[in-house]
C-alpha cells in the first residue's frame, strides 16, 4: 500500500521560503507515468490546488501562485519537494502532498493518494 | 483562479438520497470529464470517492454515484448513512494542467 508523508517546519516566518519534502514509501515515485502534487488547506477553509510535478521533471502551478511556486523531484530518494517563497499569514494551511493518478482515458484527472497533511504557520 | 461552486450545506436522514452539486466554466466542469469528488472527515485528509465524472475507486460504495450535466457535476449518495457525514469536495481538470477545488458542502445525517 502506497503511503506518502510529508515533513518540514511547522514554523516559517513572514517573507521566508516555506519548504516541504513529501517521502513516498510501498512504492516507487518513477513506476509508470505519474504526477506529484501539493494541496492546501487553511483552517476552516476548503482545498486549494498548489502544484504537481511529473515524475520526470516537467511540472504546472496554480496560476495564483505561480510567481513562488517551485516543485521538484528527486528520484534517488523517492521523494518530491515544494517551495513556496515570501510568504505571509495568508499562505498558513495544512499542505497535503498527493498523487495525481491518470483515469480510464488515461489522463491524469484525480487524487487518488494523499499524505496525512502538516500544518505551517507563518509567524514571526 | 475561482473555486467550482457547491453548497455550503446539505442534509438528509438515513436511507434517504442527497446529491451535491458543483457548478463551474466550459474551461472545467464544462470543458472536461474530468471531475473528481473527496470525502474529508475532521481532522483527516481527504479520500477520493469518484473520479472521470463517474468511476468510483475500488473500496468505494455503490451507493456514491457521479454525473454531469453541462459546468455543473452531481455526486449522489443514496441510503445516506452516520459514516457518511462529512465535508465533500470537488475537483475539475482545467485548462492548460491546472485543477480546481469546490468550495465544499458539509453534508448531515439527521
Known amino acids: 500500500q502506497m503511503q506518502l508523508q510529508e515533513s518540514g517546519p511547522g514554523v516559517v516566518k513572514p517573507s521566508q521560503t516555506l519548504s516541504l519534502t513529501c517521502t513516498v514509501s510501498g512504492g516507487s515515485i518513477t513506476y509508470g507515468d505519474q504526477y506529484w502534487g501539493w494541496v492546501r488547506q487553511p483552517a476552516g477553509k476548503g482545498l486549494e490546488w498548489i502544484g504537481r510535478v511529473y515524475s520526470r521533471g516537467s511540472n504546472d502551478s496554480n496560476p495564483s501562485l505561480a510567481s513562488r511556486v517551485s516543485t521538484s523531484i528527486d528520484r534517488s530518494k523517492n521523494e518530491f519537494y515544494l517551495r513556496l517563497t515570501s510568504v505571509t499569514a495568508a499562505d498558513t494551511a495544512v499542505y497535503f502532498c498527493?498523487?495525481?493518478?491518470?483515469?480510464?482515458?488515461?489522463?491524469?484527472?484525480?487524487?487518488?493518494?494523499w499524505g496525512p497533511g502538516i500544518l505551517v504557520t507563518v509567524s514571526s | 483562479q475561482s473555486a467550482l461552486t457547491q453548497p455550503a450545506a446539505v442534509s438528509g436522514s438515513p436511507g434517504q438520497s442527497i446529491t451535491i452539486s458543483c457548478t463551474g466554466t466550459?474551461?472545467?466542469?464544462?470543458?472536461?470529464?474530468?471531475v473528481s469528488w473527496y470525502q474529508q472527515h475532521p481532522g483527516k485528509a481527504p479520500q477520493l470517492v469518484m473520479f472521470?465524472?463517474?468511476s468510483r475507486p475500488s473500496g468505494i460504495s455503490d451507493r456514491f454515484s457521479g454525473s454531469k450535466s453541462g459546468n455543473t457535476a452531481s455526486l449522489t449518495i443514496s441510503g445516506l448513512r452516520a459514516e457518511d457525514e462529512a465535508h465533500y469536495y470537488c475537483s475539475s481538470y482545467k485548462l492548460a494542467g491546472h485543477f480546481v477545488f469546490g468550495t465544499g458542502s458539509k453534508v448531515t445525517v439527521l
Open positions: 472521470d465524472v463517474s
Open positions: 498527493v498523487r495525481n493518478r491518470k483515469g480510464g482515458s488515461g489522463f491524469w484527472s484525480h487524487f487518488d493518494y
Open positions: 466550459r474551461s472545467d466542469v464544462g470543458g472536461y470529464n474530468y
